[in-house]
Each structure stands twice: as C-alpha cells, then as structure tokens.
C-alpha cells in the first residue's frame, strides 16, 4: 500500500511538472543584469532601486522592476510558487498582471518595516495598495490570481495548499495581459528572488458556459 502511495504521488509530481509553463519560452520587460532559469525555476538578482507604482499619495510614476512573462487573452487561473532573500524596506516579490503602463496588479509578499506583508498594487491609471501582514518570515509563498468577467480574485497560501483570498478587484476584460513573475527593490540595493511551479490554467468563457446551458 505503501508503494502504490508513493507511486500515486510521484504520478500526480510529473503531472505538474507537465502542465507547468515553460520558463524558458517567456518574455522579459525590464530584463535584470543577472537571472537563471534552471529546471524551470527562476532565480533573479532583482533590480536596485526598481518598482511599479503610478502617481497616487506618493506623487511619481516609475515602472522599471523586472518583469518575465507571457501573455494570455480571456479567463484563466495562474498559481506561482515564491521566495525572496528580503534585505530592504519595501523589496518584493509579485505575481504580475499586465495589461499596460496604466492597468495592471502585482501581489506577493512585500518586506515593510520589519513585517513581512501580503501586499496588492492595483493599477488602473492611478495604484491602490493594500496590505497583510503575516505572523512571521515565510519560507515560501504561493500566490493564485483568477481572471473571471471584468474582476481578478487574489489568493494567498503559505503551504500550496490552502488558500486565503485578500482582494476581488476590477480588471478590464477583453484584453490580452502579460502574466508572470515580477520583483522589485525601491529602496534598497537589490536581492535574490526565486519563483517555481509557475502555471497558467485557461478557464472557460463564464458567458459563453451560460449561454450554452440555456441554449442545449
């Protein structure tokens, strides 16, 4: 019984690793100067002084963290594994949907003032950003984003198993985003960022499931 459970898991192991998207065939915006993608995990030296944030409370609009991505149209559910060698205030690392300069999330863990944060930059023409702070430093972090109609619902986990929502918020639909894997250093010199088990689930058109069942 043993053996058929160990083989069951192995099964289920290689499946993932199937269905998982590959790295190595997605596109950089903001390309760091050092990164590694090695048995499809990403390992990035995030970018000094870099972050995604437009003009609210703060006054300024900067764009230039390290983005690697690929690029998905209608409804689909992303997961992504993280971790970040956190040093300074505000260094991070993100989950990102793009649509443009203008209309965008990130969310992922986020170093504030000793506390290590569940935060979301939502951007459509000016950000928003909220927070949650965690008990403790957490090894990894794994965040999920699903793309339903005109919203994006944001999930955390500390396990990979069960999952927490922080945010529903409004995402335009009917546009092709980027997905991917983004970190970012505002305030300080860089740091070592890892992502793994990066996947991209395509759901189908809730409309068109509506239409099909009052239509049989």
């Given at each position: 019984?043993?053996?058929?459970?160990?083989?069951?898991?192995?099964i289920?192991?290689?499946?993932v690793?199937?269905?998982?998207?590959?790295?190595?065939?997605?596109?950089?915006?903001?390309e760091?100067?050092?990164w590694?993608?090695?048995?499809?995990?990403?390992?990035?030296?995030?970018?000094?002084?870099?972050?995604?944030?437009?003009?609210?409370?703060?006054?300024?609009?900067?764009?230039?963290?390290?983005f690697?991505?690929?690029?998905?149209?209608?409804?689909?559910?992303?997961v992504?594994k993280?971790?970040?060698?956190?040093?300074?205030?505000?260094?991070?690392?993100?989950?990102?949907?793009r649509?443009?300069?203008?209309n965008?999330?990130?969310?992922?863990?986020?170093?504030?003032?000793?506390?290590y944060?569940?935060?979301?930059?939502?951007?459509?023409?000016?950000s928003?950003?909220?927070?949650?702070?965690?008990k403790?430093?957490?090894?990894?972090v794994?965040?999920?984003?699903?793309r339903?109609?005109?919203?994006?619902?944001?999930?955390?986990?500390?396990?990979?198993?069960?999952?927490?929502?922080?945010?529903?918020?409004?995402?335009?639909e009917?546009?092709t985003?980027?997905?991917?894997?983004?970190?970012?250093s505002?305030?300080g010199?860089?740091?070592?960022?890892?992502?793994?088990?990066?996947?991209?689930?395509?759901?189908?058109d809730?409309?068109?499931?509506?239409w099909?069942?009052?239509?049989?």
């Open positions: 019984m043993k053996r058929i459970h160990l083989i069951l898991i192995s289920c192991i290689i499946a690793k199937a269905n998982a998207q590959k790295l190595n065939t997605m596109n950089w915006l903001n760091p100067t050092e590694e993608i090695k048995d499809n995990k990403l390992t990035m030296q995030v970018t000094p002084q870099s972050d995604y944030w437009n003009k609210s409370h703060y006054g300024f609009t900067v764009y230039d963290g390290p690697l991505y690929t690029e998905r149209s209608g409804e689909f559910e992303v992504v993280m971790s970040g060698v956190y040093k300074t205030r505000f260094d991070q690392v993100c989950l990102m949907l649509i443009d300069e203008n965008y999330i990130k969310t992922g863990v986020e170093y504030v003032d000793g506390i944060n569940i935060s979301t930059v939502h951007t459509i023409d000016k928003s950003w909220s927070v949650l702070g965690l403790e430093k957490p090894k990894n794994w965040m999920k984003a699903v339903r109609l005109d919203a994006v619902e944001i999930f955390y986990s500390i396990d990979g198993v069960t999952y927490t929502m922080t945010n529903t918020v409004y995402f335009p009917f546009k985003v980027q997905v991917g894997m983004m970190a970012a505002p305030d010199k860089g740091f070592t960022a890892t992502f793994e088990d990066f996947k991209i689930t395509h759901l189908p809730q409309r068109r499931l509506e099909l069942k009052n239509n049989q």
